[in-house]
């Protein structure tokens, strides 16, 4: 089982940026997705979640800014990350297999290996 992140780089404030995730291996339309970060000299920090029929979850900090979304067809799910600050630098990374919109990433069995989103102020 594979996840596959791609879609991070170097954009200024307020910029936009489209993570994917793809998936291989197994299927995760039954489970819920989500995205985590990981900023320097920090651990993982849940960022938003979906579960297959949409449902979502997000931290304040980024609601109405991000957008989690899912093709379950093509087993992946996206970040669209919008009006971009500094403090949302830091390696994304995407999860699968928890039961719900979990923030706990314990409950995630499977990790992509993550992609680098830097923004500059």
């Known amino acids: 089982v594979q996840l596959q992140a791609s879609g991070g780089g170097l954009v200024q404030e307020g910029g936009s940026l489209r993570l994917s995730c793809v998936t291989s291996?197994?299927?995760?339309?039954?489970?819920?997705m989500a995205w985590y970060r990981r900023a320097s000299g920090d651990i993982h920090r849940f960022i938003a979640a979906?579960?297959?029929?949409?449902?979502?979850h997000y931290i304040d900090a980024v609601k109405g800014r991000f957008t989690i979304s899912r093709d379950n067809a093509k087993n992946a799910v996206y970040l669209q990350l919008n009006s971009l600050k500094s403090e949302d630098t830091g390696v994304y990374y995407c999860?699968?297999?928890?039961?719900?919109?979990?923030?706990?990433?314990?409950?995630?069995?499977?990790w992509g290996q993550g992609t680098q989103v830097t923004v500059s102020s």
């Open positions: 979906s579960t297959s029929d949409g449902k979502t």
């Open positions: 291996g197994s299927r995760f339309s039954d489970t819920g």
């Open positions: 999860a699968a297999g928890a039961s719900w919109l979990s923030r706990i990433s314990a409950e995630y069995g499977y």
